[in-house]
């Protein structure tokens, strides 16, 4: 399998304790718990592939998700949930039985890593024998590419075309495909041009900070609720399902 791993830099950069009050984080994690719900999967177990220090996996399993997590390198996670998720392990070397008992998977801001993501999914179909959806997301539009991408291992942003291109060639059936984030698009649209660089280090929020980034993810759930899924916005949202009820 393709390597994703963040050092411990990028790790130091990007996931301070306390970014699961990061309005990005807040925002993407309701956006991935109503789409679990809209599946009828909040009573199912899910894992999180490359699922970093947990920060999903704490909120989801704080509402009631059966949600564990796989992360290939040795990473800290949160202390909270660190009892549900592998570390330095490849989702092949999980117990066969708890690989059985997996019903979706999710694949959340990993496969901007790899630079044939295609392989991934099609692996993960045949280890995950019972798992009937899965769930990825991944940053978008090639006009908002930045110093960021490069620094954090992107290989590219990808629009509605060529994610739908990375499942044509297979059985699987894509489910959802749409834009979200839909605001924090023309917000990076009108930075860049001011700025030709974007920072890549990311601060948790501290204080009345946290009502602040609250605030701005509700926003963005609105706003991701109500406008078109075709509309742009700063990343993608794809469900596809990778197997029938009647096959397993």
């Known amino acids: 399998m393709n390597n994703t791993n963040f050092d411990n830099k990028q790790y130091e950069l990007a996931y301070q304790d306390g970014m699961g009050n990061h309005y990005w984080h807040l925002a993407r994690n309701r956006f991935i718990e109503k789409?679990?719900?809209?599946?009828?999967?909040?009573?199912?177990?899910?894992?999180?592939?490359?699922?970093?220090?947990?920060?999903?996996?704490?909120?989801?399993?704080?509402?009631?998700?059966?949600?564990w997590g796989a992360e290939r390198a040795k990473v800290r996670t949160v202390a909270a949930v660190e009892k549900y998720i592998f570390t330095y392990c490849d989702t092949s070397e999980l117990d066969v039985e708890f690989r059985k008992s997996?019903?979706?998977?999710?694949?959340?801001?990993?496969?901007?890593?790899?630079?044939?993501?295609?392989?991934?999914?099609?692996?993960?179909?045949k280890q995950f024998q019972n798992a009937e959806y899965l769930i990825i997301t991944t940053?978008?539009?090639?006009?908002?590419?930045?110093?960021?991408?490069?620094?954090?291992g992107h290989f590219r942003?990808?629009?509605?075309?060529?994610?739908?291109?990375?499942?044509k060639d297979t059985t699987f059936e894509i489910v959802d495909l749409r834009y979200f984030f839909h605001l924090l698009y023309p917000i990076m649209k009108i930075f860049f041009l001011f700025s030709?660089?974007?920072?890549?280090?990311?601060?948790?929020p501290k204080g009345p900070?946290?009502?602040?980034?609250?605030?701005?993810?509700?926003?963005?759930?609105?706003?991701?609720?109500?406008?078109?899924?075709?509309?742009?916005?700063?990343?993608?949202f794809c469900c596809i399902k990778i197997r029938d009820k009647k096959d397993i």
């Open 139 to 152: 940053p978008a539009r090639k006009e908002l590419w930045s110093n960021y991408d490069l620094f954090y």
């Open 196 to 204: 030709k660089e974007r920072s890549i280090r990311i601060v948790a």
């Open 209 to 236: 900070a946290i009502l602040l980034h609250k605030f701005l993810a509700k926003v963005f759930q609105l706003t991701d609720e109500y406008l078109p899924g075709k509309i742009v916005g700063a990343s993608i």
């Open 35 to 67: 789409k679990l719900t809209g599946l009828s999967l909040e009573n199912e177990r899910v894992l999180d592939v490359g699922c970093g220090r947990g920060i999903l996996i704490e909120y989801l399993r704080g509402r009631g998700v059966d949600c």
């Open 157 to 167: 942003r990808y629009d509605l075309r060529m994610f739908a291109g990375l499942v």
């Open 102 to 125: 997996v019903k979706a998977l999710l694949l959340l801001d990993v496969i901007e890593h790899l630079p044939d993501p295609s392989d991934l999914i099609l692996q993960l179909s």
